[in-house]
């Protein structure tokens, strides 16, 4: 299981200390959230500043996560894209024509992921499974960084898995939201393929405790 990091939680004059610490600490990735202050009641990241990170951590892999209304994608996702980033996920709910962007996302040579709230079924996936790289499944409210992990996340992780044998689709499994490390350890062993993590790391004097006891559990 690969380790992401949420920029979401790290105060911005502390930003480059903090990722510098969390790579050297055997984090994975980054995850930059996008939001719009509308889809979402917050705003971050914007291309800008997107472009600054990634220019800095050229060599770091990382995943857009637009959390935004479908009118701010269209208006926004050229500006982001220009990062190249490596994953780019959008909102099932958010948009009219899921398979549009699928094929918009899949053009600019990233991995393409469908995000979806902890409210929305998971069976609302299975016509888009096919064709997407990755489910990033939401384990709190989308929109900020330090709420508690949605028990029922586990329950749709053994489903996607169930539906992704049955169907014989190799798209991987991610999970966003109020992960800490006991959470972590046990989306491991359910076979999560990456996990987003965001004021757990963020705010701890030793992350690299953290990597460790998730990566050796």
Same mark, same amino acid.
């Given at each position: ?11 911005? $004059? %502390? ?25 979402? *009641?917050?705003?971050?990241?914007? *291309?800008?500043?997107?472009? #600054?990170?990634? !220019? ?19 208006? @926004?996702? %050229?500006?982001? %894209? !220009? ?6 996920? $959008? ?17 600019? !040579? ?10 929305? *079924? ?24 330090? #709420? ?17 044998? %049955? ?18 350890? !046990? @989306?491991?062993? @359910? ?9 757990? @790391?963020?705010?701890?004097?030793? *992350? ?10």
């Amino acid at each position: 299981m690969k380790i992401s990091v949420s920029l979401l939680s790290i105060p911005l $004059f %502390q930003l480059k200390e903090k990722i510098d610490i969390l790579l050297s600490s055997g984090i994975d990735c980054l995850h930059i959230d996008i939001m719009d202050g509308n889809y979402v *009641p917050n705003l971050a990241y914007t *291309p800008s500043w997107t472009k #600054q990170i990634v !220019k800095r951590y050229h060599e770091v892999k990382t995943g857009f996560h637009f959390m935004t209304s479908e009118r701010a994608l269209e208006n @926004l996702f %050229q500006d982001f %894209q !220009k990062c190249v980033p490596e994953r780019v996920s $959008f909102h099932l709910e958010a948009v009219q024509d899921p398979n549009k962007w699928i094929s918009i996302i899949t053009t600019y !040579k990233s991995k393409v992921g469908i995000a979806v709230c902890p409210e929305t *079924p998971v069976d609302s996936l299975i016509p888009y499974l096919e064709n997407i790289s990755f489910v990033l499944l939401m384990s709190v409210k989308p929109g900020f960084g330090g #709420q508690v992990f949605i028990e029922d996340t586990y329950h749709k992780i053994e489903k996607l898995i169930n539906i992704r044998k %049955q169907m014989g689709h190799a798209f991987e499994i991610h999970v966003d939201g109020g992960v800490k490390t006991e959470n972590a350890v !046990k @989306l491991k062993k @359910l076979g999560l393929d990456l996990v987003v993590i965001g004021s757990h @790391l963020a705010t701890s004097e030793n *992350p690299l405790q953290i990597i460790e006891a998730i990566k050796n559990r």
